[in-house]
């Protein structure tokens, strides 16, 4: 039961990490259009992955899906900070 219940744990903060990359995403998105004037705080969000990561996951299916969360947040940072390059380089866009 223990192990079971701490899989349901890592299960929901793996699920609760995808979520929270989906709204900075559109945080960023927000941002790259003008209607917000701060950058989120992807570096928070990046500081408790790599945190939650170091956790040792027994569970196969788990680690991949972690693996998973990892891999698209690396690939959105990179669209994340491309898109703020973009728009920091065009003076007329900024608020």
């Known amino acids: 039961m223990l192990i079971s219940s701490q899989n349901k744990e890592i299960r929901e903060a793996v699920f609760g990490f995808d979520r929270r990359i989906e709204e900075m995403h559109g945080g960023f998105q927000r941002y790259r259009a003008g209607e917000e004037t701060k950058i989120p705080p992807w ?4 500081r408790e ?3 939650f990561s170091r956790k040792q996951i027994m569970d196969l ?18 669209i994340w900070l491309r898109w703020v390059e973009e728009f920091q380089a065009t003076p007329a866009r900024r608020p």
């Open 43 to 46: 570096d928070v969000l990046e």
């Open 49 to 51: 992955l790599l945190s």
């Open 61 to 78: 299916e788990l680690r991949n899906q972690l693996e998973s969360v990892l891999f698209k947040f690396q690939n959105r940072k990179k």
